[in-house]
């Protein structure tokens, strides 16, 4: 059973490997829900527009982008493969 973890200064759990695995699988809905955020921001990256005046904000607006970007693949990634464990298949290759 999860536990808190009171040595961290930053709320986290305690988890076994089967409750690790069973909390990163996703919902068919919540993978198409996290695509669709994927979809969204991806567009909103390849929209932005160049200033030369100001190169610092396009990088940082890009970068703030890209990163959500990888948090969502991240999840979808983490589900994937916690399925893939959960049912005794191969692992993926990352």
């Known amino acids: 059973m999860a536990t808190l973890n009171q040595s961290n200064q930053f709320q986290s759990w ?26 969204s921001v991806a567009t909103q990256k390849i929209n932005l527009s160049y200033t030369p005046a100001d190169p610092l904000a396009f990088a940082q607006q890009e970068a703030h982008l890209r990163g959500q970007i990888d948090a ?23």
Request: aromatic share 4%; charged share 20%.
């Open 14 to 39: 305690n988890l076994t490997p089967e409750e690790y695995l069973q909390g990163g699988m996703l919902t068919l809905t919540q993978k198409q829900v996290i695509q669709n955020q994927i979809a």
């Open 72 to 94: 969502l693949n991240y999840l979808l990634t983490l589900s994937e493969e916690a399925e893939r464990q959960l049912t005794g298949q191969r692992p993926l290759d990352l």
